[in-house]
Structures are given as structure tokens and as C-alpha cells.
């Protein structure tokens, strides 16, 4: 059974820092595209940054490029998310998630996800 536990979301200043991390089980984020989908209230959920399986090609939203970086330990089976420079509109419930194919884009392209972490971001 596959189980992905986010953490390390929190309450930050604007302009602050925050590490959101991925653990999973019973799947190897190395052999499939892992990604971070975040939700606000109100909002659909949208892709925020997308790491490919295998060659670690990396995609990220045009919202946080520059200030999100996406990576993985495989020694740890641990992928992250370093968000920098954060905005109170980056508020919002942040997901792990991961699929089988390569560039996915879409929530349903995702088949195993994590409960969510909450980032809120004050002014």
C-alpha cells in the first residue's frame, strides 16, 4: 500500500522561508514523477511544482518560479519542497503527490497523494 506524509508546513511571515517534505511508503519517488499541488480556500487545486521520474527534469508554475525549489533524496525516499521569498498569496494546503507517467500536469494524472500540509503566510 502506498502512503505519502507530508510535513513542515506552518505560519510564516511574508518573505519568509518554509521546507515542506515528502516521505513515502511502498513507492519510490526515483521511479515515478512526484509533484506538489497546492489548494486554497475557494481555488482549485493547482500544480505548483512537478519533479519527472528517472532524470529529475523539473517543472514549476510560473507563480513561484524562482522562489520554489523541488528535489529528492533517494537515498531517504524523501522529495521537498523550498519555498522562498513566500507571498501571502501562496497560502494554502499543499500536496505530495505521484503518477507513472513523465509531464503531468493534471490532478488526475496523479494516482497516490498525501493528506496535505497547511502553509499559511501573514502580512
Known amino acids: 500500500q502506498v502512503q505519502l506524509v507530508e510535513s513542515g508546513g506552518g505560519l510564516v511571515q511574508a518573505g519568509g522561508s518554509l521546507r515542506l517534505s515528502c516521505a513515502a511508503s511502498?513507492?519510490?519517488?526515483?521511479?515515478?514523477?512526484t509533484a506538489w499541488f497546492r489548494q486554497a480556500p475557494g481555488k482549485e487545486r493547482e500544480l505548483v511544482a512537478r519533479l519527472t521520474r528517472l532524470n529529475g527534469e523539473t517543472y514549476y508554475a510560473d507563480s513561484v518560479k524562482g522562489r520554489f525549489t523541488v528535489s529528492r533524496d533517494n537515498a531517504k525516499n524523501m522529495v521537498y519542497l523550498q519555498m522562498n521569498s513566500l507571498k501571502t498569496e501562496d497560502a494554502a494546503v499543499y500536496y505530495c503527490a505521484t503518477g507513472r507517467g513523465l509531464f503531468l500536469y493534471r490532478v488526475n494524472d496523479y494516482d497516490y497523494w498525501g493528506q496535505g500540509t497547511q502553509v499559511t503566510v501573514s502580512s
Open positions: 511502498g513507492r519510490t519517488f526515483s521511479t515515478y514523477t
